[in-house]
């Protein structure tokens, strides 16, 4: 599991290391590694994990994919990562919330580690 504050190379070694589990749940939550990297603005990990092929439009278990994580904390560069990668903007979440629905106005720059 991608530990928050947990140095990139230490997170890139490790989704080498499992490269057949990127989508596998790692929580109670169902998160995924991509919703884990961009739940903690971690767009550089969030990359890394999508060139490996990581399912980018995988939800928890309350139907939020990375783009609803990222939309509701307003992470501009992981917003922007999603988007472009194919992040389908029009999965509802179970409360059919879609991703920009979570958006509470202006985007915050997440902090780039």
Same mark, same amino acid.
């Given at each position: 599991?991608?530990?928050?504050?947990?140095?990139?190379?230490?997170?890139?070694? /490790?989704?080498?290391?499992?490269?057949?589990?990127? +989508?596998?749940?790692?929580?109670? $939550?169902?998160?995924? =590694?991509?919703?884990? /990297?961009?739940?903690?603005?971690?767009?550089?990990?969030?990359?890394?994990? =999508?060139?490996?092929?990581? $399912?980018? $439009?995988?939800?928890?278990? +309350?139907?939020?994919?990375? =783009?609803?994580?990222?939309?509701?904390?307003?992470?501009?560069?992981?917003?922007?990562?999603?988007?472009?990668?194919?992040?389908?903007?029009?999965?509802?979440?179970?409360?059919?919330?879609?991703?920009?629905? =979570?958006? +509470?106005?202006?985007?915050?720059?997440? +902090? $780039?580690?």
């Amino acid at each position: 599991m991608i530990r928050e504050g947990a140095p990139l190379d230490f997170i890139k070694e /490790a989704i080498m290391k499992y490269p057949g589990h990127l +989508d596998d749940p790692v929580d109670e $939550n169902g998160s995924t =590694l991509v919703i884990v /990297a961009v739940f903690n603005g971690r767009v550089e990990v969030a990359e890394q994990l =999508l060139i490996r092929k990581a $399912n980018i $439009n995988k939800a928890d278990n +309350d139907g939020n994919t990375a =783009l609803h994580h990222a939309c509701h904390q307003n992470f501009k560069q992981c917003i922007e990562l999603l988007i472009t990668a194919g992040a389908d903007e029009s999965i509802m979440n179970d409360m059919r919330i879609r991703p920009w629905e =979570l958006q +509470d106005g202006g985007l915050n720059e997440q +902090d $780039n580690y």
